[in-house]
Every structure is written in C-alpha cells, then in structure tokens.
C-alpha cells in the first residue's frame, strides 16, 4: 500500500509542473493554431498534375496498310523499339528535354497577382500579360533580378518598376524592352479574361535565368512506372498553377514523341540517300551492257541465240544459274566492301539489300547500331567525350571485322564462282557445237542481268525506305490527357493544424522539462524531501508586492498562517525544560530570509503572551534594525561583546511590533567578529537573560553558515536550530553541506523552513490560503491534489 501511495505520489510530482502551468499550454496551442491558421492562408494551394503514356515497341506494333511488315529490320523502324523501359524514364527525366519544353513556354518570366494573404499565378487566359523573353543578358546583372518588378500601365505606356532599380523603366506593348538582365517584349494576351472580383492593378512577374529555371522543372516533374513489368508511365507534377502545370507535361510528351520521330527517320534517311546514289550507278553501268548486247548483236548478224542452243542450255542450265546467284552475291559484297571503306565514322551502311550471309547482314545492322548510338552522343557531347571515344574504337574495330568478313565471302564466292564457271567450260567444251559468239553473247547477257536484279532490288529498297520515313507514328501514346486532381496537395490543413497543435504542446513541455531539468534550485518542499531527511518545519509563501514583510496582531493572511504552522512545528523541536528555549535562526549564504524569519517567529510566538527576545547575532551584516531604521546606530551586542560598561537593560530594546517581544541589535560592525563571539562574553549575556526569567524564547538571528564559521560558534548554546532556505535561491548543492554538518555533529535539532515559495509551489494549500482564505478548486488543482 506504502508502495502504491509513493508511486502516486511521485507520479503528480513529475505532472504538477506541467498541471500547474496549464496556461502557458492554452496560450501556446492557441498561438501555434493562429500561427497555422495564418500560414495556410498565406500559403498558394498547390495541385498535382499528371498524364499517364504507353510506350509502344515497334517490334510488336502492327505495320501500316499492305505487306509492311518486312520493312521492320529497316534500321528507321528498328530504333523504334523499346528494349528497356528503364531507358524511356531517363529520357523524361533528362535535362535536355525540359530545355526544350522551356524554351517553348514562358516559364522563366512567371507573372503574380498581389493579393492581401497570397501571391496569385497569372498563366494563359488569367494573365493580361505575355512576357516573351528574348535573350537572357550573359551578365552579372542577372544578380539584379532577385526582386518582383511591378507592371504598371498609364494609358498604352508599360511602366516596370522594382526595389532594385534606381529609376522605372518605361515602355510600351510589342516594343523590345533592355532590362538589366534580359531583353524581353511584353504583348497583350488575346485570350485573357479578368476574373470576377478580382483587383488585377497590382501585377508583377519574376526572373529566373535560363539554366535554374530548367533545374526547378526538372527537380519538380516525377516520373514513375505503372507497372515494372510494363510500359506506362506516369508523369506528375505539382504547381500552383493548373494550366502551366498540364502545359509542362503534355509539353513533355510532344517533345517525347518528336525525339522518337526523328531518331526513326535518321537511319532511313541515310539507307534511301545511299541507295539514291547506287542507282545512279547501277543504272549507267545497265546501260551500257546494253548497248554492248546490241552491238554485239549487230556485228554478228544475232537473231536469237535460245533457239539455236536451245539443247545446250538445257545441260548448261543448272550451271549458269549457279554462276548467276554467285555473281550476284559477289557484286553486292564487293559493293558493300567500297562503300565500307569509303564510310566515315559517322556513316551507316545500305542494309539488307539482297546479302544471303547472314551473318555480314547482321554485322552490318549491329555496325548501324553503333553508328547511330554514336551519333546520339555526338548530340550531346564533343568528339572528345570518353563515350564517343570508345563508340569510335568500336566502330573503327567493327569496320575491320565487317571488312575481313566481307573479304571472306568474297574469296570464297570467288572460288564458287571459278568452280562452277570451269564446270560451265567443261560442258561447252562438250557441247563443242556452240560458236564463240555465243559465249560472249551470253556473257553479256549475264552482266545485264546481274545489273538488272541489282536495280530492281535497290528500286524496292528505296520505296522501302521512303514509305518508313513516311510512316510518323507516335512512339508514346497518351492514355490520360494531362489532368488536375481537384484537392491542393500542399498546404495539407489538417498536417498542418495537427503539427501545430502537438507544437503546441511539445514547445511548453519541452522548455518546462529543460528548465526542471537544467534546475539548480530548491523549488518546492519536495525538492527538499529528496535531498535531506530533515524534517521541513513549515513554507513561508513569497511576499507579494506591496505586502507588508512582517505578520501583525490577529492577522489571517496565509504568510501568518503559515508562521503559525511554523511556530506549532518548531515546538515539537524544543525540549521541555523551564529556563528560555534558545532558538537559532541560521541559512547557508546571505539572501535567504533568515532575518525575516526571525522576526516574524518572534511576533508569533510573542502573540501567545509569551515574552521574546531577539538577538541580532549577525554582526558582520546587521539586518536586524532594517524593520526599524530608526535604531540603526543603538548600541548593542557588539558593544556588549567588546567588553564595554554597558548593562542589558542598554541594549534591550522594544520591537515595536508586539509589546510582548523585544530586540538586542547587532550594534556597530567591529573589526574582529570571531574573536568577539568566542570571548565569552555571549554566553554571559544569555545568563543574564535566562537570571532574568523574563523571556520564555531567545532567537538567534546568526550569519550564514556557508560563507563563516561564527554560527557554528553559536550551535552548541541552541535548543533548536530552524535552518532557512528560499525558494529558487537556495542551491540543492548547500543542503549536502548541511547534510554533512548533521553527521560531523556540528548541527544539532535542526528544522528547515523553505521561505518564499510561490503559491503555485506551495505544498499544503496552494495559493488557496489556509482556512479563512480557502477557495473553491478548479478541476485541474484537484487533479494535482
């Protein structure tokens, strides 16, 4: 039960000095909600901005009208695919494609409205007002733009005007305008439409150069994946601004789709200009085995050759298609061997134009491949950049292999070719009938077939190529349209209102907790329970201002309840004898109240009837004659210790107060105060008082203890020593003074007396007065009773 009772009880002491300051959580709650309440009327309601894209893979895309779908292994329909959806995000995120969204809107010039709490965006129809920048000053002037300027009109003349500048700058529309930062033209917006009760006189707009303002809408835009195994994208941003903010995104989604365009095109382009010049070749080169098959035909009175070896043919058929299709083949890797070596770095080759090694076709896409990723970086970086270094090695090293593998297929069609044309010579040495016209008839007629097939697949190939380019289908199909959720996203009211409520709880607990915890100072009587088991003989109530220090005769105020409560306790200290109780009244250093403690103990005790004599023991600082300066210069115990002639009855004054207590001042200060406590002499003079038998009480009113030995000259000629402390005064580091004094036996009978506690502090009836003063408690002092 002892146990339950303290842990109650411990448990109001670490809440009594939140309980009791209840009001310092009120006033700052109600602070930090007006504070909140002003922050988000003050604050622009931002919304969030979002569009949601597929990205389609041309690998899987359905082909435009017609047999299309061969075209696919072209280099311009192969860049459209989507390997890696990771690649797609970095793409959005990129500097260079905001750079170009920025530079197609007005975003480095934002205009503002200037309203009582908050600062309105004016964009498309709300602002009267386009602001096109022109150029950016390449400057230190653009320091200068920290400030608004103000746009005022005063007929068709534009005044700019800002704290920065030391004169307006005046203007008119459609006229360009030299700022100190940029040069910019200001034109009426057509589209505009004032607002309904809307004061538009105070507009500004601001500045940001070129480069911050691309890094605050890159940092702004979010790009995330619907799904990681899919290919939709989510972009969202958050504005003050709706429009400008679906502007920002489905301005990114054009300029997506623009790249991808024009990345399809590059490689098209470049296989249709190739081809464009092989058919001028191979078209001059068919002409003239043309006109060498006519002549030939002519000089040698040829008809038709077919009928007149019509049987020969026949056995020789298989050998010259074989012939044919190796010749084929040997042109198209010699053609691709010289313009493989003609070819620049930054050159891609024709591909597949008829090749029937797969692999030379697919070395020659993978050398495409690496052309074009080389070009890309070229872009963006110089020749000099470590990636374009080493595409450059790459391809260089491509090169080579692509043409020692074109020289293989060569070498080895070679071969064929001698193998099948010594079969051929073979057969017509056989055949032996056929005259020698008609070998080189036929052999004419092989090269205008070989130049025919090769300008008819380069015929067909360019088609391809023009109908690829023709083909501009989106890469990044929009499947929501840019749109503006209807709730701000920032300020979140209720965050915020929640936040400032719990600061305003946090902020008065925490300084309360550091202050109990940073506190060096006896407080409360339970600081003094903790540090001393000495008893706490009464709590004397700090004097408020104007309040006389010192009781009076039936006096019911709580400072005289209090010294009643004092006196009841201090008797259960005293022994029972019949000679004067001595009673002295000590503290550790100077300030504590010792003086007004004994004072009022006397008026107390006086009050019974019974006879006090107070006796200024202190006479290195003389306190006692402060509540009657008129004996300021009395003699008293200093004369009396120096050994002067001087009888009791000399230095024994009236107090004025109560005719039933008197004082012995402390007389002048002397020069040797611990030699004059020793001499003797003090014990004579408490002879004399006790011969008297007049005094029941003799108080002590001694130095502190701290700072000099006199009252432990003093202690042992005490029946009660009443140990004076002062509420947030006394350091909790004397009391294990005091406490050390009690075991060495220097103290003896001790009682604490905690002096000027504060109503709030008080530990027996707050500042609710003892009986005649007793006031109704409110719920929360109950709570802490």
Request: with cysteine; aromatic share 8%.
């Amino acid at each position: 039960m002892d146990s339950k009772s303290n842990k109650e009880i411990n448990f109001k002491e670490l809440l009594n000095p939140y309980l009791k300051n209840w009001k310092y959580f009120a006033g700052m709650v109600f602070l930090m909600i007006a504070a909140a309440v002003y922050f988000i009327k003050s604050t622009s309601p931002v919304y969030k901005a979002q569009t949601s894209i597929l990205i389609k893979d041309a690998k899987k895309m359905s082909a435009a009208a017609g047999d299309i779908g061969v075209l696919q292994s072209l280099g311009g329909f192969g860049g459209m695919g989507t390997n890696s959806i990771e690649n797609e995000v970095g793409v959005f995120e990129s500097k260079t494609i905001v750079e170009d969204v920025v530079k197609q809107h007005n975003f480095q010039t934002p205009i503002y409205l200037k309203q009582t709490f908050t600062n309105l965006e004016l964009y498309g129809s709300t602002s009267p007002y386009i602001i096109h920048l022109i150029q950016d000053q390449d400057n230190d002037n653009k320091e200068l733009a920290k400030k608004p300027i103000f746009i005022k009109l005063k007929g068709d003349e534009i005044i700019l005007s800002s704290d920065e500048w030391e004169k307006d700058i005046k203007t008119s529309f459609n006229k360009t305008t030299i700022l100190p930062f940029a040069i910019i033209m200001i034109s009426k917006n057509q589209t505009f439409k004032a607002p309904a009760k809307v004061d538009m006189s105070d507009i500004y707009f601001t500045y940001s150069d070129f480069e911050n303002t691309v890094n605050t809408f890159q940092e702004a835009l979010t790009v995330d994946l619907l799904d990681k195994d899919g290919t939709i994208i989510n972009l969202s941003v958050s504005f003050e601004n709706k429009e400008k903010a679906k502007d920002y995104l489905n301005g990114l989604v054009r300029q997506y789709n623009v790249y991808a365009i024009n990345d399809k095109n590059i490689e098209s382009t470049k296989t249709k200009d190739f081809i464009d010049k092989r058919i001028l070749l191979i078209s001059k080169e068919l002409g003239d085995v043309e006109t060498q098959k006519e002549g030939y035909k002519s000089s040698n009175n040829i008809v038709d050759l077919s009928t007149e070896a019509k049987i020969n043919l026949q056995l020789k058929e298989q050998s010259k298609a074989q012939v044919l299709e190796i010749g084929t083949q040997l042109e198209l890797n010699k053609i691709l061997q010289n313009s493989l070596s003609r070819k620049g770095n930054g050159d891609v080759l024709p591909l597949n134009i008829g090749l029937e090694s797969e692999a030379a076709a697919k070395a020659i896409q993978d050398y495409n491949a690496l052309v074009l990723q080389r070009n890309k970086y070229l872009e963006e970086a110089t020749p000099d950049n470590p990636l374009v270094k080493t595409a450059n090695k790459q391809i260089e090293e491509m090169k080579s292999s692509l043409a020692q593998s074109l020289q293989k297929n060569i070498t080895s069609l070679e071969l064929a070719k001698n193998k099948v044309e010594s079969q051929l010579g073979g057969s017509e040495q056989k055949i032996g009938k056929i005259p020698t016209q008609e070998k080189l008839f036929r052999s004419i007629e092989r090269q205008q077939q070989i130049k025919e097939n090769l300008y008819l697949l380069l015929l067909q190939k360019r088609e391809e190529a023009a109908i690829s380019m023709e083909i501009t289908a989106e890469k990044a199909r929009v499947l929501d349209k840019a749109f503006v959720f209807k709730k701000p996203v920032a300020p979140r009211k209720m965050v915020i209102l929640g936040i400032s409520i719990v600061l305003g709880f946090v902020i008065p607990f925490a300084t309360i907790y550091i202050k109990e915890l940073l506190q060096s100072t006896i407080i409360r009587r339970g600081d003094l329970t903790k540090l001393t088991k000495l008893p706490v003989v009464a709590e004397i109530p700090k004097i408020k201002n104007k309040e006389t220090p010192l009781v009076s005769f039936n006096d019911v105020s709580p400072m005289a309840e209090a010294f009643r409560i004092f006196v009841t306790n201090l008797k259960f200290l005293l022994p029972a004898k019949e000679t004067p109780h001595i009673i002295m009244v000590t503290s550790s250093v100077k300030g504590e109240g010792k003086t007004f403690i004994s004072t009022n103990l006397s008026i107390i005790l006086a009050s019974t009837r019974s006879k006090v004599l107070v006796v200024g023991a202190d006479v290195r600082n003389p306190q006692l004659q402060r509540y009657n300066p008129t004996m300021k210069s009395a003699k008293g115990l200093s004369e009396f210790l120096s050994g002067e002639d001087i009888k009791l009855s000399q230095i024994v004054n009236p107090s004025g107060y109560n005719e039933n207590c008197d004082f012995i001042y402390s007389g002048v200060i002397p020069p040797n105060p611990t030699d004059l406590l020793q001499n003797g002499r003090l014990e004579e003079l408490l002879e004399l008082v006790k011969a008297e038998k007049k005094y029941k009480y003799i108080v002590l009113d001694t130095a502190p203890l701290l700072l000099v030995t006199d009252s432990f000259l003093l202690a042992d000629k005490s029946d009660a020593i009443v140990y004076v402390t002062r509420s947030e005064v006394t350091e909790k580091a004397y009391i294990e003074f005091l406490n050390h004094s009690i075991e060495d036996n220097k103290l003896k009978n001790v009682g604490i007396v905690l002096n000027g506690v504060n109503e709030s502090n008080f530990g027996y009836g707050n500042k609710f007065g003892y009986g005649y003063h007793a006031e109704e408690k409110k719920w929360w002092q109950k709570i802490i009773d």
